[in-house]
């Protein structure tokens, strides 16, 4: 994480693009927000995608890999958190990751809380004007962490407050990819599913299985759902 800012309004580089899909149930506001941000050739921003709940958020993100998803918390279908449970992986990828900008009318702490432990990098809320909005897009882009005055200290507040969790020797055993795929695996995928969400092969997915099964000392995928459940991974 490269800094936690507010956004400052302006867009520096007019050469950069960065393509975002908008994740918002209100027709209105994302046809607003498309029509404030999307000027390709002035703010920089390709709105790729939209959706309206958390099935069309993940089919439309899974086809387009955007840079940026500005994201709103409450969705039907589960809200803006599973969303982010269900797209893990692509924010997990090494080479192009997708980003999580929540962009919402709440500034609850919870909500700001909830979306940041599922992997957001900021929160803005809907009182933000378009040129902050184009900035803090970009900055999530390039790995920075943008909030909205104020809600930062939500988050510096809730994290403080939280022991650090103990080191688990189990875990730190298994590699990223292993971790990915265990997660995966215990909340019901199959495999050739867990193949389509990491782009790998079906073969790779089995191999890594077999790694963590060996590594963790457990014989099926069953007692591999239940050591993840019970270490809340899932």
């Not at 803006?80 to 924010?91: K, T, Y």
């Not at 265990?182 to 782009?199: D, M, N, P, S, T």
């Not at 299985?209 to 459940?229: D, F, P």
Request: proline share 4%.
């Amino acid at each position: 994480m490269n800094g936690t800012t507010e956004p400052t309004g302006g867009h520096a580089d007019p050469e950069r693009r960065v393509r975002v899909v908008l994740v918002d149930d209100h027709r209105m506001f994302r046809t607003g927000v498309q029509a404030e941000i999307g000027r390709t050739e002035e703010t920089g921003v390709e709105v790729v995608g939209e959706a309206a709940d958390v099935d069309q958020a993940v089919t439309v993100i899974t086809a387009t890999r955007p840079e940026v998803v500005l994201l709103d918390v409450h969705l039907p279908g589960g809200g803006g958190v599973e969303v982010l449970r269900r797209c893990a992986p692509f924010m997990g990828a090494v080479e192009n990751p997708v980003r999580f900008l929540a962009l919402s009318v709440s500034d609850a702490a919870e909500d700001v809380i909830g979306v940041i432990r599922g992997g957001a990098r900021g929160y803005v809320t809907k009182t933000i004007t378009g040129a902050d909005l184009v900035d803090s897009v970009f900055r999530v882009q390039d790995g920075d962490a943008v909030f909205s005055p104020r809600l930062a200290g939500f988050v510096l507040d809730a994290f403080a407050s939280t022991d650090a969790p103990p080191v688990d020797e189990d875990l730190d055993r298994l590699t990223q990819r292993e971790r990915e795929v265990l997660r995966l695996i215990a909340r019901g995928y199959a495999y050739k599913e867990i193949a389509k969400q990491l782009f790998i092969s079906v073969k790779t997915v089995e191999s890594h299985v077999s790694a963590v099964l060996r590594k963790l000392q457990l014989s099926n995928r069953h007692e591999l759902t239940r050591w993840a459940t019970a270490r809340r991974l899932v």
